[in-house]
């Protein structure tokens, strides 16, 4: 594989960091039609910079393929709408948004945290690339502009009115040209503005052995260390950072103008010495990362053949991104899984990119009771578990990675 530059700094880019195979796109789910006809697969290989040690993955395919009809809809999930709607009441409490302010959120999915603003009384405004999932938002009376973000659309939304508060949640790791992302928000944030970003923590991938969070549509992956560098380099400072649990734990960012009067907090200070202490900044440890995914996969794969070895059936839970990764770096499909749920209608009927597992709705469960449901998105394993804690009533077990894949109490 020829060796790219760095999205970032442009240097080449030498060290591996995670070599998961060749893999579809992870939200690329097929109708039952299309079952047999060609699949596209690309390479599912990230890369750490040795200048910036950003965690990074080429662009295979444009944010326009992947972006432009997509299928993931946050508002089916009620942990992360009430994630939303406490960020809401923070953001209220802690800089005084109002009805005088102007919010404006990048990558807005379905208007599942506008709504509560909106419900507030504050004028906001929706940036959403997903023409089919801004539709849901624009029904619940959000305004919303489609496009994708970078410096042409900060223009023309600054144009109208800056915002006070800008924010971006598991977007800025999806974007190939992160250069003109950064500086598109220097453009669009207000003089006395706050920008806030939340994205997964890259100690938390690494140490809670997080391989199956990469995927095509992340392209980058993010420590406090580089994210600092990086807004810096676009004349904007990251003054407090939040570690929050959020996606197996992430990263909420709050940086403003560089010139700004906002003193650097604590928490700010203390993790990038905790990043620096762990070793971040040196290659050493994303090398160890590489080392060990190939035992990754051996224990996950042994996991799952053992279930079928004792005549157990298999179920999953989630169609996402993190389990169609996990599939198909360890070639797991229907040899395994009878079928996958999902609440989301909009992956019902259709098939796993890669492993071709057909998606069903959630009754299926009580229909042919499974002896083990692997849940998938490992991140939401609490609350899929208290909502379908009735597979237990007929014996049935669930089973999620937390690290290890395992059958959980």
Not at 28 to 37: D, F, K, Q, W
Not at 157 to 175: E, I, M, T, Y
Not at 207 to 231: G, N, R
């Amino acid at each position: 594989m020829p060796s790219p530059a760095c999205r970032f700094c442009g240097a080449p880019l030498t060290e591996t960091f995670a070599d998961l195979g060749m893999s579809p796109l992870s939200n690329s789910y097929l109708t039952p039609e299309r079952g047999s006809a060609m699949e596209p697969f690309y390479p599912l290989y990230a890369w750490v910079c040795s200048e910036c040690k950003l965690v990074q993955l080429q662009e295979f395919e444009t944010p326009d393929q992947i972006f432009s009809d997509y299928a993931y809809f946050s508002s089916y999930s009620s942990s992360w709408l009430a994630h939303a709607e406490r960020y809401v009441t923070q953001m209220v409490d802690v800089y005084g948004i109002g009805a005088d302010s102007h919010v404006v959120e990048i990558a807005s999915n379905d208007g599942y945290l506008l709504q509560y603003f909106h419900q507030l009384g504050v004028p906001v405004l929706g940036i959403e690339p997903a023409a089919n999932v801004a539709e849901a938002a624009v029904a619940k009376g959000i305004d919303t502009r489609v496009a994708f973000f970078g410096r042409e659309t900060a223009r023309l939304v600054a144009a109208d009115r800056p915002a006070d508060l800008l924010l971006g949640n598991n977007v800025l790791a999806h974007v190939p040209d992160i250069n003109d992302f950064v500086a598109g928000m220097k453009l669009l944030l207000a003089p006395g503005g706050v920008i806030t970003m939340e994205f997964p923590h890259l100690m938390r991938l690494v140490e809670d052995h997080q391989f199956d969070t990469i995927y095509h549509e992340h392209f980058s992956y993010l420590s406090f260390m580089t994210v600092t560098q990086m807004f810096a380099a676009h004349g904007l400072r990251l003054f407090d950072v939040e570690e929050i649990p959020t996606h197996g734990g992430s990263l909420r960012i709050h940086g403003c103008h560089e010139e700004a009067d906002r003193e650097q907090s604590d928490r700010a200070v203390h993790l990038l010495e905790r990043e620096r202490t762990a070793g971040y900044g040196e290659l050493d440890l994303y090398r160890r990362f590489a080392r060990d995914l190939p035992g990754e996969k051996r224990q996950i794969v042994g996991f799952l053949m053992s279930l079928k070895e004792r005549g157990l059936s298999v179920a999953g839970y989630g169609a996402a991104a993190k389990g169609n990764t996990l599939l198909n770096f360890c070639g797991i499909g229907t040899d395994v899984f009878d079928y996958v749920v999902d609440l989301n209608p909009h992956k019902q009927g259709h098939l796993l990119p890669g492993s071709h597992i057909p998606v069903l709705a959630p009754a299926t469960l009580r229909e042919t009771q499974p002896d083990i449901v692997v849940i998938l998105p490992w991140n939401l394993r609490t609350e899929i578990t208290e909502q379908h804690a009735y597979v237990r009533e007929w014996g049935g077990q669930f089973a999620a990675r937390s690290p290890e894949m395992r059958l959980l109490d």
